[in-house]
């Protein structure tokens, strides 16, 4: 009976702990674009910044992975990380860039900026 007692306990805890876990999504705050507006062809450096809420839980050492897009240009980005390079196109008008921000349990923020090329 104590067996018993001692494996229905370790399996509704092994149960119920896990649903507790909280996985907040990462929030970005800002991109930014330097410089903006930009000449054809020009280069553009790119920052996102972005953080991920679960510092108060068991997820707090979970590690952000971001990827960038564009449209038009190239856009250039090492390692999955914050910053990136956008190569503009050799035409003027207003571009977005955009970043995704996921976390390891597939958490997930999108941003976008845009760019003038004159």
């Known amino acids: 009976m104590k067996y018993i007692f001692l494996t229905l306990s370790i399996l509704f805890i092994g149960i119920t702990i896990p649903g507790c876990i909280h996985n907040y999504e990462p929030v970005i705050s800002l991109i930014s674009a330097e410089p903006n507006p930009v000449s054809q062809g020009g280069k553009v450096n790119l920052i996102c910044k972005a953080s991920d809420d679960d510092d108060s839980s068991i997820l707090k050492d979970e590690i952000l992975s971001y990827s960038w897009f564009a449209a038009v240009g190239e856009i250039v980005s090492e390692d999955l990380d914050n910053t ?7 035409e003027s008008g207003k571009f977005s860039i955009s970043c995704s921000v996921t976390d390891e349990y597939d958490g997930l923020d999108i941003g976008t900026i845009e760019i003038t090329v004159q």
């Open 84 to 90: 990136a390079i956008w190569t503009a196109p050799q």
